[in-house]
């Protein structure tokens, strides 16, 4: 293949003519060829003809093949899909068909009783999808810093940014993916679906651990994407012994997994790497569809997220603020011309995260901007660089580091109730706002900090349940720092003491 289709889903119908019985997707326990699935696609697109070109259309479906299916029908009938997953609340769905317009919302219903497939084979029409400028995918930022707000991609910006990953990333049509995160976010979407897309090999899709358990070892995949929460999950099932336990999870033939979404610790890398996998590691937002950097199978090593991929650029300011652009980049927030103009400048993206670009030209994120501490002394903190340090404590399950009212630095932190960390001083913690913990862990974590310059260490610990209301979280799963800080943190009942 010479040159690049105009959109992803023009790749269908290639791997239909070129591998039309090689394994492309699970499908209700077995293997669907290429062929097969340009089927049922194909059929799906017939159902939804009636749909006009550049719709909107909303979408509840679970993470599982009909996604995909629903997905590349409604890509190759130039519709806008606006994917919210299963979850969402029935007045959320309303409000987004509301907010966008939408002509329809479709779900795992729409695609019971196709008509059969062997009749649309050889027919899937390209020509309502070939437009790469068009929008293509509405999706909600995770609401980290602000509410969420419509990402509009372009087919164009999509296919780059499968295309950047694929390049950073190799994978062929031999290599059997499994997808585990939500397809209605920009990381399943572009890293699983758009990379597979193009290099044409087989993908299952499950959600979560629990899918990943019950399908991995039917799917017996070669690659994986995961966030830290899973790679955490994944090493408390192993410990040392990892290696050994990986075919038992379905996962003996993984060669290559990613991590994204979030910082993963250096200690959870190197026990990865150990076992012989490698290990891609890389950042991104959803405005940049999202990929921004990628490590690479020969570039990679803890704490760093890679470079750049192809065709993107970046540019870290004098305050370390990260800007981007290139044509993975959305267009613009949907109907939100104001946010647009202050996220987007003379085609730059500003990402709002703080970053250092080290002598070989890899990229180390330090954080958000509006996390940074700072201190009356005129001392700026990145608390992230203390969460990591107390991630790697085993029994901490969460760290939040901020300023008191009084300047005085704290931290929030919720613990295991395993009572073999410490004694018997380790319970259940179910936290309380100002309640200290004890003696025995507050003193295991300013140990975990002992080398860092006083002003850096808190002069407090205070508690933070081990489970998290749902306002805590953002849809991707991380802490929102604001609410977290408010309600467990400020206004403290007990007195602070000086650190060691």
Request: overall charge positive.
């Amino acid at each position: 293949m010479t040159t690049n289709p105009p959109t992803l889903v023009c790749y269908l119908p290639l791997h239909a003519q070129q591998r039309p019985h090689r394994p492309a997707l699970l499908l209700d326990g077995r293997w669907a060829s290429w062929r097969e699935l340009g089927g049922f696609v194909a059929a799906a697109a017939q159902r939804w003809k009636e749909l006009p070109s550049g719709s909107r259309v909303v979408t509840t479906f679970a993470n599982g093949p009909r996604a995909v299916i629903a997905a590349l029908a409604l890509e190759l009938l130039g519709c806008v899909e606006v994917p919210l997953g299963p979850n969402a609340a029935s007045g959320e769905v309303h409000a987004r068909v509301r907010r966008c317009d939408a002509v329809t919302c479709l779900s795992e219903d729409d695609l019971q009783g196709l008509p059969n497939w062997l009749s649309f084979v050889g027919r899937i029409d390209i020509d309502r999808a070939a437009s790469g400028n068009q929008d293509r995918l509405i999706l909600w930022t995770s609401g980290t810093t602000q509410q969420p707000r419509g990402v509009v991609l372009s087919a164009a910006a999509l296919l780059s940014n499968a295309l950047g990953k694929l390049q950073a990333a190799p994978q062929t049509d031999d290599d059997c993916r499994l997808t585990v995160l939500p397809f209605w976010h920009a990381y399943a979407r572009t890293c699983d679906f758009g990379t597979w897309l193009i290099s044409g090999g087989a993908l299952a899709v499950a959600s979560g651990w629990d899918g990943l358990v019950s399908l991995a070892p039917v799917a017996r995949p070669t690659l994986i994407n995961f966030v830290p929460a899973m790679v955490q999950r994944l090493l408390s099932c192993g410990g040392d012994v990892l290696s050994r336990n990986m075919p038992s999870l379905g996962l003996g033939r993984l060669r290559m997994l990613g991590c994204g979404g979030a910082p993963l610790l250096s200690e959870d890398y190197e026990t990865l790497v150990s076992t012989g996998l490698t290990v891609i590691q890389g950042y991104g937002l959803t405005e940049a569809g999202p990929v921004v950097c990628s490590s690479t199978p020969r570039q990679n090593r803890a704490g760093c997220v890679g470079v750049p991929i192809a065709g993107t650029e970046i540019h870290i300011a004098a305050d370390q603020e990260l800007w981007v652009r290139g044509p993975g980049v959305m267009s613009r927030y949907w109907n939100d011309p104001h946010a647009t103009s202050q996220k987007l400048q003379s085609g730059w993206l500003h990402t709002g995260d703080l970053a250092i670009q080290e002598t070989d030209g890899m990229i180390r994120v330090l954080g958000r901007g509006d996390d940074v501490l700072v201190l009356s002394t005129g001392r700026k903190l990145h608390p992230l660089e203390i969460e990591q340090r107390l991630m790697r404590v085993s029994g901490v399950l969460a760290a939040v580091i901020y300023l008191g009212r009084d300047d005085r630095l704290r931290g929030l932190v919720s613990i295991s109730g395993d009572k073999s960390e410490v004694g018997n001083e380790v319970d259940a913690l179910t936290g309380s706002k100002g309640q200290e913990i004890s003696m025995a862990w507050q003193s295991k974590l300013d140990q975990a900090l002992y080398d860092l310059p006083r002003w850096k260490r808190p002069s407090q610990w205070l508690r933070l349940p081990c489970s998290r209301r749902s306002d805590e979280l953002t849809a991707k799963g991380t802490l929102r720092r604001k609410t977290v800080v408010m309600r467990y943190g400020i206004n403290p009942t007990t007195t602070d003491r000086q650190p060691n």
